[in-house]
């Protein structure tokens, strides 16, 4: 085997983390474990889905905020969804997709804040998007009632490829959101 082709020990133990945790690792976890300081880790992150990149196997390495993760690549998940598919999985309903984009450009937002700009009531698409685990709950408002604060999760992330929320599209907020009062199963 050349030279080129063997793995630095700190390359096969982040290789083997990611395996491991089957999830996000942190740059920080990854520094403690490899005991290298973050700007090393990140170097050696970018030597490892290089070579996962090269590969062109069905593996990829995923950088998602700060962290990395072990995944499949995006082009194979419908050959494998047949294996995967659960009924949980089921697509989300335009009203659920309509206030999870809200949710994304607007976090943290409160349920009044959503409601205004959705223009109906959300109470039961935000608590299935919720239990879900798309979107979570980011503390309280400092306005008068202190009402949640709700924001999406590292699973939205997942779910929709995007490494962190600065990866979102920009929009135009002066257009005006599309609502649909009687679609409102998720």
Do not use: W
């Not at 979570?136 to 995007?162: D, H, I, N, Q, V």
């Not at 929320?165 to 907020?173: A, I, K, R, V």
Request: charged content about 30%; hydrophobic content about 35%.
């Amino acid at each position: 085997m050349q030279e080129l082709d063997r793995y630095s020990k700190s390359e096969a133990v982040a290789e083997a983390m990611l395996f491991a945790a089957g999830d996000v690792v942190s740059l920080e976890d990854l520094a403690m474990v490899l005991t290298l300081k973050y700007k090393e880790v990140e170097k050696v992150m970018e030597r490892l889905t290089a070579r996962y990149e090269a590969r062109g196997g069905g593996l990829l390495i995923r950088r998602i905020e700060k962290g990395y993760q072990l995944a499949t690549r995006p082009e194979l998940h419908e050959d494998l969804r047949v294996y995967f598919e659960e009924t949980s999985t089921a697509p989300l309903s335009r009203a659920a997709l309509e206030t999870l984009t809200i949710i994304a450009y607007n976090q943290p937002i409160t349920r009044g804040g959503l409601e205004i700009i959705r223009g109906v009531n959300s109470d039961s698409v935000l608590a299935k998007l919720v239990e879900r685990g798309l979107v979570c709950e980011k503390g309280r408002s400092e306005s008068p009632g202190r009402p949640m604060l709700y924001g999406t999760t590292e699973l939205f992330l997942k779910s929709t490829g995007l490494s962190s929320l600065t990866d979102l599209e920009q929009y135009d907020p002066g257009v005006p959101v599309q609502t649909q009062p009687d679609d409102e199963e998720v």
